[in-house]
T-cell receptor
Framework: DTAVSQTPKYLVTQMGNDKSIKCEQN?????MYWYKQDSKKFLKIMFS???????INETVPNRFSPKSPDKAHLNLHINSLELGDSAVYFC????????????FGPGTRLTVT | GEDVEQSLFLSVREGDSSVINCTYT??????LYWYKQEPGAGLQLLTY?????DMKQDQRLTVLLNKKDKHLSLRIADTQTGDSAIYFC?????????????FGAGTRLAVHP
């Protein structure tokens, strides 16, 4: 299937743990993104990579570290998880110069207890 | 989102038209987007409009853009129960030479018989 996929879909963990979320796209896009959606459905960009280079880095705690091994993959590692990190994390991809919009993955629901 | 505003709720009867409104702040936005999010799912790109257009029609969807007032609307004709979802408006904004999307808070559309 042609899509943006994320793993895992659900992640339940305790405060203080370290966890990773993985994202892959097979759309041939050159740019990938991480968004956080809070409980009120507010969606905010966190990071963006273009051809493995970090291009957008919003005000995000440095406990969050993205990594892009190649332009089809973007992972998000979170250290020392806190209760406020509970949210749905979406990966997205686009072809940066076309303006034709970003395509989203199904999301990873992270619950920190 | 502080830069993109939408009303939070809209309720319509099945078969009627729905109009979801959005205002944005960045007059240099080159593209504006509408996304749909069904419960437990990612964001689905519905349609987008280039800033030099006033209107775009795609089957049951009509997008109207008033650049002077920075107002965007999405009209769904013959609304069906399957259209019940949250609809997000997004503007593109230049950040560090790259475009990023700024999302509104989303309009929850409820379709009743």
């Amino acid at each position: 299937d042609t899509a943006v996929s994320q793993t895992p879909k659900y992640l339940v963990t305790q405060m203080g743990n370290d966890k990773s979320i993985k994202c892959e796209q097979n759309l041939g896009h050159d740019t990938m993104y991480w968004y956080k959606q809070d409980s009120k459905k507010f969606l905010k960009i966190m990071f963006s990579y273009n051809n493995k280079e970090l291009i957008i880095n919003e005000t995000v705690p440095n406990r969050f570290s993205p990594k892009s091994p190649d332009k089809a993959h973007l992972n998000l590692h979170i250290n020392s998880l806190e209760l406020g990190d509970s949210a749905v994390y979406f990966c997205a991809s686009s072809q940066i110069l076309t303006g034709q919009g970003q395509y989203f993955g199904p999301g990873t629901r992270l619950t920190v207890t | 989102g502080e830069d993109v505003e939408q009303s939070l709720f809209l309720s319509v009867r099945e078969g009627d038209s729905s109009v979801i409104n959005c205002t944005y702040t960045d007059s240099s936005s080159t593209y504006l987007y509408w996304y749909k999010q069904e419960p437990g799912a990612g964001l689905q790109l519905l349609t987008y409009i280039f800033s030099n257009m006033d209107m775009k029609q795609d089957q049951r969807l009509t997008v109207l853009l008033n650049k002077k007032d920075k107002h965007l609307s999405l009209r769904i004709a013959d609304t069906q129960t399957g259209d019940s979802a949250i609809y997000f408006c997004a503007e593109s904004k230049i950040s560090g030479g790259y475009n990023k999307l700024i999302f509104g808070a989303g309009t929850r559309l409820a379709v009743h018989p």
